[in-house]
């Protein structure tokens, strides 16, 4: 699978009431191959996660088709602006946040007004990061780091049984070398049996030699003994 094939499984909601700034975050998205949805409120991006508007999330109804419903749309981050009619950006995030089903979701905010206090509220109830206002293709990069650190956990308990394989098998490998040492070892003469067979050749060559020396030397009877030399 290449990277483009993996970043594109990621569905990204962008959230804008002007036209111009939501085509143009659709248009780096998509270039930055992510899925992407738009919407241009955030009473519609509620919709589209599957909770309702003014605290409604309370009711049976809503707790119990939110886990449904976000799992058909599959969001997988959620990069809004801040000022806008009837619910901003804040809110939007503060719902989220409040949401069991959907708290878990990466929420970017963006604003074209640099305001610190704006920004370290927003970082602190639970932004992942807060672009000025015009976002660039950059800051689409920024995006994927989150992403890939939100997928890590589900790849951590398929990546654990590994090790536990590993160290089953060197077990059979470690013994064989050691009967296969034990094998030589027992057929291989010790050194107190060569030193006796090496002993016994000594006491036969011993025996052997006296035997030898004290064999009295005959002469041929035929042959006269003085020694004359016998005419043929």
């Known amino acids: 699978m290449t990277v483009v094939d993996a970043e594109s499984r990621f569905h990204v909601l962008a959230v804008d009431d002007s036209i111009i700034d939501r085509k143009l975050i659709e248009m780096l998205l ?6 992407v949805t738009t919407v241009d409120s955030g009473s519609k991006a509620l919709e589209v ?3 309702r508007e ?3 999330d309370s009711s049976p109804s809503s707790s119990s088709s939110s886990p449904d419903h976000q799992q058909e749309v599959g969001v997988n981050l959620i990069i809004t602006d801040y000022c806008m009619p ?4 804040y809110d939007l995030l503060r719902r989220v946040k409040g949401s069991s089903s959907l708290k878990d979701i990466p929420v970017v905010i963006m604003s074209s ?5 704006r920004i370290n509220r927003c ?20 995006l994927k780091s989150h992403l890939v650190r939100r997928k890590q956990p589900q790849l951590q308990p398929q990546e654990k049984p590994l090790p536990q394989q590993q160290k089953l098998e060197p077990v059979p490998q470690e013994q064989k070398p050691d009967q296969a040492s034990q094998q030589p070892a027992e057929d291989a003469p010790t ?3 060569v030193a006796v067979s090496e002993c016994s050749k000594k006491r036969k060559a011993a025996a052997i030699e006296p035997e030898v020396l004290s064999s009295p ?6 042959l006269p003994s003085s020694g004359l030399a016998v005419e043929t």
Do not use: C
């Open 123 to 142: 970082l602190e109830d639970g932004a992942e990061e807060f672009f000025l206002k015009p976002v660039k293709l950059a800051d689409m990069k920024k």
């Open 54 to 56: 003014e605290g409604d």
């Open 86 to 89: 009837g619910m901003t950006g």
């Open 217 to 222: 030397v005959t002469t041929n009877p035929r």
């Open 191 to 193: 050194p107190e049996v």
């Open 30 to 35: 998509k270039t930055s191959s992510y899925q």
């Open 113 to 117: 007004e640099n305001v610190p206090a």
């Open 49 to 51: 996660l599957g909770l």
